[in-house]
């Protein structure tokens, strides 16, 4: 279990990093916290001509507002994330879900854009993102787009990366008043992926009535799903259990998962529907706590 | 293949070595600074034994390079006893019978010493939850959380 | 016996320091100047002709020193049995290389040996395989079927050995019980994965003509003699030596084939050549161990009396017959009835060759299976007559008064006879302890609440202290220290404490002050090794009788200068002593006075260096009982482990605190059978689980907070001079039986029946689903 031989750069910057990808493209692979990209060249599954490791470009990591939004660098390491007061107060969702990302010796090295980027959809960090609607930056020598998480996560451990692109950013709106949220995750172990999770938010009126629903799930479809249907159907209830039991029973129903070695599609049609009513649930307790405040 | 020089800091000490860009750190410290303390278990990530300490952080050495690690500062389980004198963690695994075949071992404890330098006063649950990261096949673990949980109030101690 | 100073204390061990700092030296860290690094090439197929194999762009990659595939090995024989050699399992041995087929994926087909292991992997990758695939054998149910593909011409068939185990009039009695039920049971294929791979340095020196082969473990002295006769050398020209080992648990240290390859390639290229499996070999290569499927029959009277119980089984071999042969199939029909008193009974074992990772034993081989088969049968029964499972279990037992007690069952062809025990009082013990009514009143609760809460029983009874025999050294050196040297091994379960505790009781030394030496053939010339339970029962025999011996000489040499009676001296620190007086003797002086030419007392022989060999006639049996407590979600099909209990009397516990880290330890192992682990393969025979990512050892949050440990030492083997039982497996064998029992009490309300391994959540909806739809 030794990596092939590859060519290595390590850039001191995003621009550097850019104009390597440019000139290498498909043959290049960029390494940031490696604790994917490592085992596969470890296992030989993946033999790119070169690794960009983007790992000393100055620039990539930080976690600050910028206007309305939260921004984090593509580089910041999961555990910056899962240690900021920030991120903490302000999307308190991707505070929660930190933790179920396998290991805090993983999380240490582990960046959220490499995870966004390698795009398993058993991960939590798609999901998150997706959840909270937040923006992707991509640079390349062509110049800099920003693309919604929705579009962004385009198949099975694709995304919408053109191979000279890297991810320098993620922008997040952050909690609104009135919103609660919540992940859960069953997993075979703790620190696995996920069999099924959900990274749910709700937001209410001031009558206490559902003015606004996301949940979306990882682990049971090849991108980050949600069902746009049980999402409206919450809309203008007060959230019961009756009223979560029923926009769940619409994401099972849209739902085919894939079986794997883990878990047949049956499985993880159920635990989707389990999962989802629990943390719609969750969030609208946390919702109407926040509203009482 | 062309070969890479490396200078590290490593177990307080300046280090340095050559190496090819896809030498793994855990066979740089293992072959090539003579540190077998640390171990190799899986190669992926998933077992722990080759945990090391790196710029203050618990890392699994089979995932990095060791070309990542220059200039960076290290410490191994070689790095733990002062002397004859065993650490508060290397005790309280010794007292509290944590350790069998010891293969394991290293890595947990340089995983323990990472965690509890954040978080000096865990819960039982903490210590379960940031041990989980590092797989032990002999002791089913509680002896190893009691350890930890001695081993804080040790340190806690002085 | 006096009174125990050092037997029966928590001894902290010898072996933590050079673990915890560091400087252990397990395989991978001898390293030798000059030294070249080995990969081997695994077959990707699992049933496939060799057509050709194509080795010259891997021999011309710079750093590569060699390649080797079977044809360079010449005609070197089938790696044979250790244990109870049969004749038809040697037509199923493995040759180091495959030659004309392979029938396993991972089976070894070609040796790189090259500068580094860099490098020998990216030769791997360089070798052309050309093989023209054969149907594969997965099922280990329809390996023995007709149309099945057969692996070993020679064998006509799939069936290896055929295994039959009677007792009584198991048909009879069956067709006379009023109650009657059948159930199909399986236990899934998985194994013991220590957290060291195996490996190997071999290191050939022409001068002297000696062979160095660092890595053997667990049974060197049986290893050094399968290398001595494949390589046609004489024994004392090898030399095995044991370093420290990262776990065992029956996989490790066996003679696989690289154990021939390395040190043949060490020999042929003159430099010290070194293999360290990696974890995706390990995967493949390491013995596999468990798989089973029984259809087992019962009959019971209405008061839960056992009639008849009989079993036929299907047992997965793999693709070749390894070194441990029949032992987990013979086992497993063996210890069907457990601690029962079953009076008409049957098992039959098919041991099917299937193209799979061959299998080996497992901690507690055999015993595991027929816990889990044996104990869910009970509960099955409780069920059926609604009875509280407890009572079906009491009114089964074997009884104290009829120890010792013969199974009418065999192991190696030799009755299985317990030889103490009281094996309903312990079961009350351990009921107590867990609080098993409080327990059934707490889930009475739970269940009008709607949660899931099961309790799970299991009793057993273990096989320890295996033969065929061990040997001990007690030697005082010149400077006066005591040494040991024992035949047994070191997997890492703290051995050199327990010798060195048994020592000191003898000889009055601190165990921290003994010198323990294991495992080096250069220096114990014989011994057996470390495998069922045998360590501290048959090498802590052994050592007993010769530190006994050293003692009594030392005594009697000390009387003899101090011109006194031996009985009125004792052993202190280091040296003979009169009480109340200033005469003693240092154990140096004494080492001196027993030089050849001093005067000694008459007919003694010079010198204070003893061997003592421990023969096993009978085996020790402890016996124990599990408690399970599990929380179920139901929903989502997730078990909790809540509450553990292990109550195990192991007669004579010379380290409780090494004994309890012995049956927590062996619980996690017992967990991960029950819940998560899984050697998984396609229809095609394709290992799917071959990494830790789909490889699920339990982690520390698996584990429950608690595994409560009640050790009791009322028992002891009549068997040897301590009353010592093994205490290596009980802590395994039984906790898929307790588990498996809890989570299907958890779920009764839903009519669930378990009646496979892992419980995964998948399984678990799996069997709520079926339930709903029967129901």
New interface residues.
Partial sequence: MKPPAFEYFDPRTPEEAIGLLGEHGDAAKILAGGQSLVPMLNLRLLRPGCLIDINAAAGLSFIEMKGEELAIGARTRQRAIERSALVREKCPLLHEAMPFIAHFQIRNRGTIGGSLSHADPAAELPAVVTALGGTLILRSVRGERAVKADDFHVAYLTTALEPDELLTEIRLPVQAPQTGSAFLEVSRRHGDFALAAVAAWVRLDKNGRCEAAKLVLAGVHGVPFQSAAAQASLIGTTLSPGDAAQASRLIATELDPQSDLHASSDYRRQAARVLAARALEQAASRARMQAQE | ?SQ?VIRLQVNGQPREGEA?????LV?FL??DLG???????????????C?IVMDG????S????A??AEGASIA???S??DGER?HAL?QS???C?A????????GI?M?MLA?LSETPAPT?EQ???????N???????????RAVQMAAARMAGK | MRKARYIGINQLRLEDRRLLTGTGKYVADVRFPGMASAAVLRSQEAHARILEIDTSRARALPGVLAVFTARDLGGVGGIPMRLAPREALQKCFQKPLASDRVRYVGEPVALVVAADRYIAEDALELIDVSLDALPPVADLELGRSAGAAVLHASLGGNVAEHIVMRVGDPEGALARAPVRLKERFRIQRHTGIPMETRGLLAAYDRGTDTLSVWGAAKVPHFNRQILADLLGRPETSVRMIETDVGGGFGVRGEFYPEDFLVPWAAIALGRPVQWIEDRLEHMMATNHSREQVHYVEVGVRRDGTIEAMLTRAVHDMGAYVRTNGFVAPERAAAFVPGPYRIRNFLAEVDCVMTTKTPTGSYRGPGRYEAAFVRERTIDLVARELKLDPAEVRRRNFVQPQEMPYNVGTKAFGHDVIYDSGDYPRLFGQALERAGYEALRAEQAEARAKGRFMGIGLAPFVEKTGVGPWETARVRIDGSGAVAIYSGVTSVGQGMETVLAQICAEQLGVPPEKIIVRHGDTAEIPQGAGAYGSRGTVTGGSALWDAAGKVRDKLVRLAAHRMEVSAEELELRDGAVVLPGTDLSMSFRELARAALPGQPMPAGMEPGLDISAYYVVKETAHPYGVHVAVVDVDAELGVVKVRKYLIAYDIGVAVNPMLVEGQLVGGFAQGLGGALLEELVYSDKAQLLTGSFMDYLLPTSVEMPSSVEVLLMQEAPSPHNALGLKGAGEGGTVAVGAAIANAVEDALAPLGIRVTTLPLSPNAIFELIRAARKAG
């Fill in positions: 293949m890479r090819p860009a896809r030498k793994l066979d293992r072959e540190l077998t303390g640390t171990h190799v278990g899986c190669e992926h990530g998933v077992c722990g034994a945990t952080e618990a890392v699994r089979c995932l990095l390079f070309v990542q191994t389980v070689e733990l006893a065993l290397q695994f010794h007292e019978h350790l069998q075949c010891g293969f394991c071992t290293p404890l995983s965690f039982e210590i379960r939850v940031a041990l989980s990261g797989l032990c096949r002999c002791t089913g673990y509680q002896n190893i959380v």
